[in-house]
Every structure is written in C-alpha cells, then in structure tokens.
C-alpha cells in the first residue's frame, strides 16, 4: 500500500476508533471533572488516545514485515509503544502510584535503546533515545491540559521528521500525523473527549523514536535541530518544572502552572493553542530546510529559536501575574 493508503487509513482508524473511545468512556465514567488543578470547566471524557494507539500500532506491525532488519528495528519500539499505552490505559482507569508509571516508562526508553542499537546506531544515539523516551513520554502527559494542544503539536512534529528523515521514518512519521489528525475532530474547538495518559504518553514515546531514527539522517553536526519541533513544549516543561522546584513546590503533582494555562486562562483555549502551533510550524520548517547549512549558522539560529520559546514561556507568565483581564475559557 502506498504512503497516502497508509496516511488514509490512520486517519480513518482514529477518527472512528475515538469515537468508539467516547462511547466506551461515557457508559465507563471515565471523566475529567473540573477542579482547581485542571483547565477546563466540564465534566469530559478521557482516555481517545487509545485511538491513536490503534491506528499507529498496525504500521510498526507492518514495518516488521521489511525484513529482520527492519522487524530488530520496529519490534521493540512496538513493545515500548504498547507498554506506554498499557500503563496509561490502566491509570486512565485506576491511579497508580508515580514511581510504578516511571518504571515503566523506563522499561519502555530501554526497548527503543534497544531498537536503536539494533539498527546499527551508536551508544550515543541508543542513549538519546533512551532519554528522549523517558523525557518525552513525561512532558506530553504535562502539557495534555487545553483543547488541541498535545495531538496538533505531535501531527506537525511527526510530519516534520517523516519529511526530514524519509524511509521508514517517513512511514512512521505519516502515521503518526494521520491518526493525530483522525483524533483532532474529537478535541477541536472544544474538547469532547481527552487524551488521557494513553494517549499523551503513546505521543511522547513515539516522538521520541521519531526523533532518535532521525539522527543519522541528521548527522551531529545538524542533531540540534531534531529538537526544534519539540521546543515550544520542552521550554514550557522544563521551565514550569525548575520554577516549581525552585519554589520547593512538590512538582511531580498536577497543577495550572504551565505558561499555556496561564495563557489559556486569560486569551482561551483555541489562540493559546494557535499560538503554540504557529510556532512549532516554523520551528519544523526551519528544521527541515537548515539541514545542509554550516553548523555554526544552525548552532546560532537554534539558539535564537530557544531563546524566543523562552521569551514567550516569561511573557505569558508575566501576563498572568500582571493580572491582564481574561478574554474567555474554552473546554
């Protein structure tokens, strides 16, 4: 089947299959409700991303057929995959203790070590993507908050390393994007249903493979920019968190802290989430097109990027501390 039959099917598997997930978390209550630590103001149904899950599980599947190769390859990251979305499924129903969920986690980032290292790459690479996993898995669950946000940030990511990376990535990366596009019907404009931890763990796991299998194509000398897709995320994470810790807060709790909630709270859910995506769209162009330039030019250019994510991460905190009015709540 051609790349656009896959893209087609993905699409069509998760936009019916998080039909099916709503359904199923109606008659479950499996719901979100309101609260002080969370951004949106009706009850909602969690838990679509298994939908995701499902459209992009047959791809790595199919992937293994390309031969062994390919089969040390995609087989353990469909093993790190299912154990992701198995953990967040289960604490989507029944919370689990921190410490539980990270080991898992951890057993996961070691399988796509494990597929990186099987596909000829360095132990420089295997570790990235055993941290990339880790990392990823972890920020994509903390920046799941407001209507749109996570799935459009990983469909532009996605399609940025199918489009930098080509072959197999390519492949993986398109399914990726089509089924965060099958979803989005279901979490645009306003929510009617959540990733849940199966989903938002799924997106992270899965960036993170993208983003490890593309290394070689990047070289060293060009790997800064595979983090450019995840730059509007990354800097709001890392940055939220080393306040919170700063401040003694016990920062593994959930909390509205994140520049996107301030955001959100004052401008509403839908120009936050355009905001985000605008950016990420040209930090993916610019990633794709940089490619051959000399390293000190993408070494510079990177560095202003970084430099803008922070400065927009200060300028929607500062907003929120300056008490600017609130424009509308979404979601």
Known sequence: MALAGWAASCFAIALAG??????YALRA????????RRSHTVATPRGGGIAIVAAVAPVLAALCLHGAAARATFGPIAAGLLLVAGIGWYDDHRPLPPALRLGVHAAAAALL???????????????TGFVLALVLVNVWNFMDGI??????QALVAALGYALFSGGT???????????????LPFNLPRARIFLGDVGSGALGYLLAALAALSLPAAGWNAAVLLGLPLLAFGADAALTLSRRILRGERWWEPHVQHAYQAGARRRGHAAVTAGFLAFTVVATVFMITAKRWPPAVIMGATAVAVALACGAWWRLQAGER???????SDG
Not at 18 to 23: E, G
Not at 113 to 127: C, D, I, P, Q, Y
Not at 147 to 152: M, P, Q, T
Not at 169 to 183: D, E, H, P, R, T
């Open 113 to 127: 070590a494990w597929a990186l290292h099987a596909s000829g790459a360095g132990t420089a690479v295997a570790a």
């Open 18 to 23: 998080t039909w099916l997930a709503r359904r």
């Open 29 to 36: 209550a499996l719901l979100d409700h309101p609260g002080e």
């Open 147 to 152: 209507d749109g946000l996570a799935a459009s």
């Open 322 to 328: 300056s008490g600017e009015p609130r424009r509308g």
């Open 169 to 183: 990535v390519a492949w993986l990366g398109v399914a990726l994007a089509a089924a965060c596009a099958g979803f």
